[in-house]
């Protein structure tokens, strides 16, 4: 349910006057990101809108059966198309972000544009400098949820075919694994039941998403799971750490450590499990948590991080060694200090 009338309101009124409108997800968009965005942009152009996703960066293969995703503009790419884009719109989007450094690289085209620009996301904490209106609702499973929400609730629910709900299913089954957690709300099911009598194919989606891996990524979580786990059972703490290396020798793509984060927390008498990933200059790291460890503010307090109470991100730029060990030393005074 969504509460800020005057912000549906507002939604309504630029939309409708909108004609050229740009969708943005965040950096290294996940299936939440795309599922919103592509799932707008086909609403508005049922609306007759000329709509376009640019994405800052590619976005994992086993999303490209999404309706559009194969028109979706790469920055990374096409920085000039990108730019004439934003440049030339009417109305800007963001989906499942709420600061604008989450655009990486891509923030840049926005200076000195004065574009309209409107945020929907579920994540806490969004920075006001984001969007002139901003459609935040934490409670929310993911962003593909509140996002069928907010078009209901703006009059516009009649506009999303079968492959736009399909698109946002997708995002919903992501971001909560597939309701494994963040979906403890009557309100996610009686969305999905709604996308559900518009005759999405479930299982397909669940086929396409989950079930649809490369061999080379069955080989690198076998890699992850029997060489690089590490169980700590005094802090009831499990984590898999990937070296550059690990990636290179198993041929990684964007989306192949997907859902690894989940793997360590089905562990006995685990409530916190980590992913750390070694990019180039930098540690990405993935938090999950069983009941109230609230992950969010352990990494927003220990790596430059944050998300929901049991899915979050951050980041560390100390070598992967230094980073796991600052892990535990952390994570033991966190710990103690709840």
């Excluded at 790469?74 to 004439?84: P, S, V």
């Excluded at 609702?137 to 999303?160: H, K, M, Q």
């Excluded at 299913?169 to 559900?196: H, W």
């Excluded at 562990?267 to 969010?296: C, M, W």
Aim: one cysteine or more.
């Amino acid at each position: 349910m969504i509460n800020d009338k005057t912000a549906i309101n507002s939604l309504k009124s630029y939309v409708n006057n909108a004609q050229r409108v740009v969708i943005v997800p965040h950096n290294n968009p996940d299936g939440d990101a795309l599922g919103a965005a592509l799932a707008l942009c086909n609403v508005l152009k049922n609306m007759q809108k000329e709509a376009v996703v640019v994405s800052p960066n590619a976005f994992p293969d086993f999303l490209m059966w999404m309706h559009g995703a194969d028109q979706v503009v790469i920055f990374e790419r096409n920085r000039k198309k990108a730019k004439h884009l934003v440049e030339d719109a009417d109305l800007v989007l963001l989906v499942d972000f709420n600061a604008l450094s989450r655009m990486k690289n891509m923030q840049n085209i926005f200076n000195g544009v004065d574009t309209p620009r409107i945020m929907i996301d579920h994540h806490p904490y969004p920075e006001a400098e984001t969007a002139q209106i901003q459609i935040s609702v934490p409670e929310a499973s993911s962003t593909c949820e509140l996002l069928y929400n907010v078009l209901d609730a703006a009059g516009f629910s009649r506009y999303i075919t079968k492959e736009a709900a399909e698109c946002i299913y997708s995002g919903i089954m992501t971001d909560t694994g597939a309701l494994n957690y963040n979906s403890g709300r009557p309100e996610t099911y009686l969305t999905v039941a709604e996308l559900l009598r518009m005759g999405i194919d479930k299982d397909r989606i669940h086929h396409m998403i989950f079930h649809n891996n490369s061999f080379d990524r069955m080989r690198l979580l076998g890699h992850a799971l029997g060489e690089k786990m590490v169980l700590i059972p005094e802090l009831k703490a499990a984590y898999i750490y990937l070296s550059s290396e690990d990636l290179q020798k198993f041929n990684f793509k964007p989306g192949d450590t997907e859902g690894f984060v989940n793997q360590a927390l089905w562990i006995e008498g685990v409530d916190v499990s980590a992913l750390f990933t070694e990019k180039d200059d930098l540690v990405k790291i993935s938090f999950r948590s069983r009941g109230d460890f609230p992950v969010n503010k352990f990494s927003e307090k220990c790596f430059n991080g944050g998300g929901h109470l049991n899915a979050a991100g951050g980041e560390s730029r100390l070598p992967l060694n230094e980073t796991l060990e600052r892990f535990q030393t952390k994570l033991k005074a966190f710990r103690s200090d709840l």
